[in-house]
């Protein structure tokens, strides 16, 4: 009898494995040195048969302090998919300079079965050892980021001392840098910034300013929508009279948030720095105005119906307002903010509702009656849309019909 030795088959699946490659600057050298980078990692992956080589994973010009590193991200995912084995980097360093991102990250990663190998430090997270030695090594590469960091921002208030710039126009309506660095006005945004100071002080507020330009689909410098806070911001703005105040926002710490400026650091102040869209009366007028419109607001900060009105078609809170023609009238608050495709809206005038007495926040019920409208109200618990059934009406018939009752106003001759 022949007998044919057969051999167990090898089923075991080959190790993904991708690499992981930074730089945190765009000059020539530091692109070299990631080009470098990825050659040599295709190489040492290349005649390797037992792993699969998937790839490297790089960010250009990205700080290692930063998480939010878009292929970085790409790669955690993949990660979180099952996708990655192993990912293998240089060194700490490059993989994230933060202390708590670094050990965050190889934790979860841990749990998913993934390793992170860091060549220079030898340092495979999934051994015993390497937990204890990455957290020495990852607080040493915090230390020396906090050294960075610091010496950076040395540098950015020396450029402050001597009134250089450091604006991203990007983000900043009606300007641009030249070749020089210099602020330069951009004549198409700058007719928005003086639409919204003429308008200011023609006595149109805030919301309605936002609310017109919204409605006008006039871009904002981020192509979001336009808000109060918005328009507020711009009318504060001393860049659109010429000047510029240099400093008003710092960081507290590497990571720390950041923060206004309320005397912690010096600030220096350049008058006549570049050209103003609007002029230095203009400008000075509308700081006037805020301040009156603000002192008139700090003295009477809560109103009669002040949190105690709410919103028919949304049930958001009904804010006070004084029109142009100084009436007083309560509107939909989500209404102001997002416009009508967030909600139908209302809008109450004051004198029709002066002599509710509420001790609860009731919803406002408007209803059309021989052309013009009248005001109820409901307990807040009652549905704001409105969706009750028939079942539901004919159950509590008197009750509705006493709730939606609409209330007359009184005229006086």
């Not at 490297?56 to 990655?84: H, N």
């Not at 060194?91 to 708590?100: P, Q």
């Not at 689909?217 to 109060?228: I, L």
């Not at 023609?325 to 989500?334: G, R």
Request: hydrophobic letters at 30%; a positive charge.
């Amino acid at each position: 009898m022949n007998i044919r030795k057969i051999e167990a088959k090898n089923n075991k699946r080959k190790k993904r494995i991708c690499a992981y490659v930074r730089v945190s600057t765009t000059n020539g050298s530091q692109l070299d040195s990631l080009e470098n980078q990825k050659i040599y990692f295709e190489k040492l992956y290349a005649e390797r048969e037992d792993v699969e080589f998937l790839g490297v994973f790089c960010d250009k010009g990205i700080s290692g302090s930063k998480y939010e590193r878009p292929d970085f991200q790409t790669m955690l995912d993949a990660c979180r998919k099952g996708q990655i084995d192993v990912i293998h980097t240089k060194s700490i360093s490059r993989f994230a300079r933060n202390l708590i991102n670094v050990l965050e990250i190889s934790r979860e990663l841990k749990t998913l079965g993934i390793d992170i190998f860091f060549e220079e430090q030898n340092i495979h997270t999934l051994s015993n050892e390497g937990e204890v030695v990455l957290t020495v090594l990852a607080s040493l590469a915090e230390e020396e980021l906090q050294s960075m960091s610091g010496n950076q921002r040395w540098s950015f208030r020396r450029k402050f001392q001597k009134g250089e710039l450091l604006i991203n126009t990007k983000r900043f309506l009606g300007y641009d840098l030249n070749e020089k660095g210099e602020l330069v006005i951009n004549q198409a945004e700058a007719q928005i910034v003086r639409t919204i100071f003429y308008s200011y002080l023609e006595g149109m507020g805030t919301h309605r300013i936002a609310k017109k330009l919204n409605e006008g689909k006039v871009p904002t410098v981020t192509g979001k929508k336009w808000y109060d806070s918005t328009i507020r911001n711009i009318l504060k703005n001393e860049k659109y009279k010429g000047s510029l105040l240099l400093q008003k926002y710092f960081h507290d710490g590497v990571n720390g948030p950041k923060k206004l400026n309320q005397g912690q650091l010096e600030q220096y102040y350049i008058e006549d720095n570049h050209e103003g869209i609007v002029s230095k009366e203009i400008w000075e007028k509308v700081q006037v105005k805020m301040k009156s419109r603000s002192r008139i607001q700090g003295t009477n900060k809560t109103y009669k119906f002040s949190r105690m009105l709410k919103c028919q078609y949304c049930g958001s809170t009904l804010k006070r307002q004084v029109s142009y023609k100084k009436k007083i009238v309560w509107c939909c608050s989500k209404y102001i903010k997002e416009g009508k495709n967030s909600c139908k809206g209302m809008r109450v005038p004051e004198r029709d509702i002066e002599d509710w007495k509420l001790s609860s926040p009731v919803i406002v019920l408007e209803r059309i009656e021989d052309g013009e409208k009248h005001y109820g109200y409901t307990g807040q618990k009652a549905t704001a849309n409105n969706h009750i059934s028939n079942s539901e009406k004919n159950q509590s018939s008197r009750l509705l019909s006493s709730v939606y009752r609409p209330r007359r106003t009184a005229i006086k001759l």
